[in-house]
C-alpha cells in the first residue's frame, strides 16, 4: 500500500484535523497534538491516523508483551503509509481485580468506544478480546486484532504444566496429602516460563482462536507464542494491513455475521474451548447487531468433536499446537468436513475459505482428522429445567467414565440424579466444604449460587469446586457441579455453568435447599430440582439469598444495568450504543 491509494470514504480525521467548515476546532485539534512533536503536515496529510489499543502493561502480565509489539504495529502502520497512534486501554487481569474481572470487561468496553480512522486491537487476557470487539463492533469503523500469544510450554519434573490447568490439578493433590505446599507452589511457577498468556486452551488462548474464526485476525495470529519471532512478524503485518482495510473501508460489520459466529462456535468445540467463551460472544453479537441465541451453541456446536490436543481437555500446550498448524489447521478439518462456512469475508480481504487453503495439520498427535477425533460430541451441552432457563456443560473435559455411565452405555437413559449440597457463594465452600455434617458422597451434586453478574458482580470463575478432602484421599478427583456463575477455562472438570437467570436475580437456585435431589437428563437437555411447585412457590416467600453490598459506584452502575450470563452479561441497551456511536451526534462549541 502506498500514500498514492486514497480511502473509499473522507477520513474521520480529516474532520478533526483538516476541515475548513470549523477551522477553530480544526485548530484546537492540531495545537495540542504538536506539544510531543508530531506536526500538522502528518496529521493534516489525508494519512489514515491509526489508533494503537495497548492492553499491555505492568498491571497485566498476560498482556505485557504488547508494550513491545507495539513498535512492531507501528512501523508496518508507517511503512503502508499511516500515522499511529497508540493510546491506552483499561487494564484487565483476572488475578489482581477483585470481586472479578469480568465486572471489568464491559468498562473497558465502554473506555474504547471513540476511536479513530482505523484500530489495531491488542488483546491476550481473556477478557480484553470480547472488550476490544465489542467496541469496535460498536463504532464499526476498520479494525483489526493483534493478540500477544500464549507462554512458552511450562515443565515440572519433566511433565507438562499447564498454566491454570496445573494448579487444579495440584490442588487435588495437595487436598489428598499426596504433595506438600512447596511442590504445589513450585509446579505453579514452573507453568508460566515465560512472557504471555495461558499456554493452555484456556480462555485467553480460546478468545483469540475465535477472534481468527471470526475473521478479525490475520490467518495464525492466535496461536504464535509470546516469545517466538514469529509473533513481532505477526505484529508488523498487522499494522500494514490496519491502513490498507481504512483505505478499503472494510468494517467489523462486513465480517461479523451470523455464519462468521457460528463459525466461532463450531472452532470452539473442535479446539476444547473454554465455557466462558458462551457469555463473550454473545456479547460480541450483541455489540455487533447479529442474532447469536442461547440454543446455538447446542444446535451448531454439540456434534463436533474434539480435534485438538491440548490441556485441559487434551495433553499438550501452545507452543506444540502452534507448530502443529494453530486454529487454521483446526478450521481446515472443519471446512473439508463440511462444518464451517468458507464464505465469509475476513480481515485478509479474502473469504475464510481462501485463508485456510493448504492449512492442513502438521502435527496428527495434536491435532486429529476430523473422522479420528480424540472424542466425539465435544461441543456444549445446553440445558434448561426449573432451576435456570440456560446453562451449560462442557462435553470435551467430561470423563470416559462419565461418558460411558450416563451418555453413552446401552440400556442407559442418560440421567443422573444426586443430593444437592448448596453453599452461598466460594466462601462459604471454602468454609464447609470438609464439614463431615455436610455428608458429601459421590452421589451428591455441589452447588454455588450467589456467583453471576449481579450476585457476584462480574460472576465470579468459582463454580470449578472440587470435592471434600475425604472423597479426594478415596480417589474420587470430581462431583457435579452447578453454578450460576463461571469456571476458568483452565479447568477440567465437567460442570453445569453461567446458569441464567441467576439466583440473585429470582432464577431457580435461590430456592434450592441442601438435601434436595436433582435429577439432570443429559439426553433430552433437562436440569431440574425434584421439588413440587407449590413448595417452591411457598420457598419463594423466604426471598432471594442475600448479596454484599456494592463496593463502588461501578459496582452499582453495573449490577443495575446488566443482563444475565445466557446473553452475554452486557450493559442495557447495547444496541443503542452501537446506533449512536455510528451516528454520533455533532456538538458545536
Known sequence: MTDSHSPKRRLRSQDWFDNPDHIDMAALYLERFMNYGITPEELRSGKPIIGIAQSGSDLTPCNRVHVELAKRVRDGIRDAGGIPIEFPTHPIFENCKRPTAGLDRNLAYLGLVEILDGVVLTTGCDKTTPSAIMAASTVDIPAIVLSGGPMLDGWHEGELAGSGTVIWRMRRKYAAGEIDREEFLQAALDSAPSVGHCNTMGTASTMNALAEA????????GAIPAAYRERGQMAYRTGRRAVEIVFEDLKPSDILTREAFLNAIRTNSAIGGSTNAQPHLAAMAKHAGVELYPDDWQVHGFDIPLLANVQPAGAYLGERFHRAGGTPAIMWELLQAGKLDGNCRTVTGRTMAENLEGKEARDREVITPFAEPLKERAGFLVLKGNLFDFAIMKMSVVSEDFRRRYLEEPGREGVFEGKAVVFDGSEDYHRRINDPELNIDENTILVIRGAGPIGWPGSAEVVNMQPPDHLLKRGIRSLPTIGDGRQSG????????????????????AWLRSGDIIRIDFNHGRCDMLVD???????RGDGIPPVPADATPWQQIYRRSVTQLSDGAVLEGAAEFRQIAKNPPRHNH
Not at 490 to 509: F, V
Not at 533 to 539: G, Q
Open 214 to 221: 471470526l475473521g478479525l485476525s490475520l490467518t495464525g495470529c
Open 533 to 539: 411447585d407449590a413448595e417452591i412457590e411457598r420457598r
Open 490 to 509: 483452565t479447568a477440567d472438570s465437567p460442570s453445569i455453568l453461567n446458569a441464567s437467570p441467576e439466583s440473585a436475580a429470582g432464577g431457580g437456585l
